[in-house]
């Protein structure tokens, strides 16, 4: 079955720390580039940042030198560690396939995980 699962959302205060996961299955993982987004209430989607297969990294301004994306191909799994958490960053959080793989995999995407942050 191919589908993306968020995990590791959560309320926290401003400043705090939270780490996402995003476990993939049913996908040659390893090979495709991957991104996260984030929808905040009233907004539009967002690309928070994307890693390459090449492990090449790119985040959107707001979250450079805070967020840190990584990624562990033996899991099949998308990391997002997010540092010095602002209210601001509150947002459904959800993993996607980007890059050359956007296209096939356009209608992909998981269940999303609700982050919350307090001021």
């Known amino acids: 079955q191919v589908q993306l699962v968020e995990s590791g959302g959560g309320l926290v205060q401003a400043g705090g720390s939270l780490r996402l996961s995003c476990a993939a299955s049913g996908i040659i993982f390893s090979i495709l580039d991957m991104g996260w987004y984030r929808q905040a209430p009233g907004k539009q989607r967002e690309l928070v940042g994307s890693?390459?297969?090449?492990?090449?990294?790119n985040y959107v301004d707001s979250v450079k030198g805070r967020f840190t994306i990584s990624r562990d191909n033996a899991k099949n799994t998308l990391y997002l560690q997010m540092n010095s958490l602002k209210p601001e960053d509150t947002a459904v959080y959800y993993c996607?396939?980007?890059?050359?793989?956007?296209?096939?995999?356009?209608?992909?995407w998981g269940r999303g995980t609700q982050v919350t942050v307090s001021s």
């Open positions: 996607k396939v980007v890059g050359g793989g956007s296209a096939y995999f356009a209608d992909l």
């Open positions: 890693i390459t297969r090449a492990f090449n990294t």
